[in-house]
């Protein structure tokens, strides 16, 4: 009899939290039995910026920074389907997950009856499904996110409405995006690799998109996020009316390079105890600080937003400048790491 992941014990780290497609990934890693598992998913930091006008830019991070490290990307397998009904796509993955193989699918939340918010929020978000019972047309999932942690039978039809769902925006960070039934698959072997290697590739990712500056016109990291110190001097010359429209966007754009803050630094703790060295301990107690500094700066920008005090954007320069020298001292403890694994 094939096991079936809703029949094993799922593990969860709240600093997934942001990252539930990587969630979904490392769990079917680790039902498949891959030895270090939770070292193949990409937890490197990542931030992009391209800076259109004096206050206006755009923002992304690094291609993959989503999903497994990039040398085994093609290990994972994405579908989108916006031509073929959410039916004959329901039949290509009930044949796939009754082989013994569980997909992840990407759902709106609004259409999940088991979440707080069913029919309150639009949300794009991941699950694992992991079978079909035809008596009562339910399909089997894992959502083992906080704070629900679901695993069970849906309804079929509900399920097939998540995964078919315009997401229409409503102002909610995860909303406005079509799902467009997708799905991704993974290989079932090929996995075989020593953990220390998998350390040594999401350090060298973190080096090389946040602190090495790249040749083009996006900026990468740290000097990313340096733009955005000009981007406020900029802003003095604007009227006070439009400094709320760029501080929520710039609050926004941050506190997503913090959530990847936070999950880089679960990566350094999971090494610290893969290898017993200390400098991986030392590094996300450092990290740890530079996560609760950003915080802190963080609401200082949202009272900004609505009090637009005289001196308000000085002082918030003032932040800027004193967290970006603990944001280069940390590079430091990163050069130490990789050294430690280079050589």
Request: hydrophobic content about 35%; proline content about 2%; glycine content about 8%.
């Amino acid at each position: 009899m094939k096991k079936n992941i809703l029949d094993v014990d799922q593990t969860y780290y709240d600093e997934y939290d942001s990252f539930c497609y990587q969630n979904c990934l490392r769990q079917i890693l680790e039902f498949q039995g891959v030895e270090d598992a939770f070292f193949f998913i990409n937890m490197s930091l990542s931030f992009k910026l391209r800076r259109e006008e004096a206050v206006t830019y755009r923002v992304g991070e690094d291609e993959g920074a989503r999903s497994l490290l990039p040398r085994f990307s093609s290990k994972v397998r994405r579908f989108h389907y916006d031509g073929e009904s959410a039916e004959e796509i329901w039949e290509m993955n009930r044949k796939t997950v009754e082989g013994g193989t569980p997909i992840i699918t990407g759902v709106d939340s609004f259409h999940l009856s088991y979440l707080p918010h069913y029919q309150t929020n639009h949300a794009r978000h991941t699950v694992i499904l992991g079978g079909y019972e035809p008596k009562g047309d339910l399909v089997h999932i894992v959502d083992w996110f906080s704070p629900w942690f679901f695993k069970g039978g849906i309804a079929r039809e509900g399920f097939l409405v998540a995964r078919n769902s315009e997401n229409a925006y409503d102002g909610g960070i995860y909303s406005g995006s079509p799902i467009r039934n997708n799905w991704a698959e993974l290989d079932g072997d090929g996995w075989g690799e020593e953990g220390v290697s998998l350390i040594r590739d999401n350090l060298l990712l973190t080096r090389r998109q946040f602190y090495e500056r790249h040749e083009g016109m996006e900026l990468n990291g740290i000097y990313a996020i340096e733009e955005l110190v000009d981007v406020m001097e900029q802003l003095k010359m604007e009227p006070m009316e439009d400094h709320s429209i760029v501080f929520k966007k710039m609050h926004y754009d941050l506190y997503n390079v913090n959530r990847r803050r936070d999950f880089f630094k679960l990566f350094l703790t999971a090494a610290n105890q893969k290898t017993r060295n200390e400098a991986f301990g030392k590094a996300a107690e450092r990290l740890t600080a530079l996560y609760d500094d950003w915080e802190k700066l963080l609401f200082q920008m949202i009272k900004y937003c609505y009090r637009r005090k005289e001196d308000g954007l000085n002082r918030l320069m003032a932040g800027f400048g004193d967290v970006m020298v603990k944001e280069w001292r940390f590079k430091e403890d990163l050069d130490e790491l990789v050294e430690c694994l280079l050589f």
